[in-house]
């Protein structure tokens, strides 16, 4: 048995009712694409194996990539670090589906990452740290709303579907834990990440402003009002197709 390493973050899943609830609601069929991103010692493995899936794994240990590929000897398997992997050398016949336990100190760039590679994807199924799903799936005018909420739900369709306590993990980690499916959106709006993504970093960094404020230097008072959005509204009050309209229109003029 293979000890979790902490510069990996690892926390291994072990409750064998969770790992089939995740299973069942990951719903894989005979012939579906799959890639699974940090495999461990393979507890959701043993079960995509059976489902008949054409499995791909990704994992950066080397150690548990030489079990796994003991284990599963019929199954494609990368020895790599996800973020930093090619990922369409990766996925060679997309879309695929894509299921996985997280560490918790890669979730959030591995999403922005993943994002600008949609087109590989049908939907992905995450484990990740319980606040970091409710960030994704936060609506306007709640605590949870942020930077990380839009960007995912301008990309996808973001569900929560259950929390997962530390006790199903060996070790148990500090924070609670949660499922999330996300769905590529096929028709995505016309948007400048290079214009939006900067413009979101710079008004949650200053989420307690009014966006007057907030978004000064990028966006005038007046053009907020051409927009219909009162300047006296804070970051957290503007909705995804909210960000859209002032990140066109900063677009428009540059």
């Known amino acids: 048995m293979i000890k979790p390493r902490k510069r990996f973050g690892q926390n291994f899943l072990v409750d064998q009712g969770l790992i089939g609830k995740i299973i069942r ?3 894989t069929r005979p012939g579906e694409q799959v890639v699974e991103i940090g495999p461990g010692q393979g507890a959701l493995t043993e079960h995509l194996v059976n489902t008949g899936c054409d499995l791909t794994l990704v994992e950066i240990d080397r150690d548990l990539a030489d079990l796994l590929a003991e284990r599963f000897p019929n199954v494609n398997l990368m020895n790599e670090d996800v973020l930093k992997a090619d990922l ?7 879309p695929v589906r894509v299921i996985g336990n997280l560490p918790y100190n890669i979730s959030t760039p591995l999403m922005f990452r993943l994002f600008k590679h949609l087109e590989l994807f049908h939907d992905m199924h995450f484990m990740l740290q319980l606040e970091v799903v409710n960030r994704m799936t936060a609506e306007p005018s ?4 942020g930077r990380l ?3 995912t739900q301008l990309y996808c369709q973001a569900e ?6 530390p006790e199903a ?4 980690p500090k924070v609670q834990s949660a499922i999330v499916r996300l769905e590529p959106r096929h028709r995505i709006a016309q948007v ?3 214009v939006i993504e900067p413009m ?20 005038s008072e007046s053009e907020l009002e051409s927009l219909g959005l009162s300047p006296t509204l804070r970051p957290e009050n503007l909705s995804v197709e909210d960000y859209i309209a002032c990140s066109n229109l900063i677009s428009a003029r540059s």
């Open 25 to 27: 609601s990951f719903d």
């Open 88 to 94: 369409p050398a990766v996925i060679s016949e997309p």
């Open 142 to 145: 709640t605590k949870s709303y």
């Open 149 to 151: 909420s839009i960007m």
């Open 160 to 165: 929560k579907l259950f929390e997962v306590p």
């Open 169 to 172: 993990f060996n070790p148990r």
């Open 192 to 194: 400048d990440t290079g």
């Open 200 to 219: 979101l970093i710079q008004a949650f960094s200053s989420r307690r402003k009014t966006i007057r404020n907030a978004l000064k230097g990028l966006i």
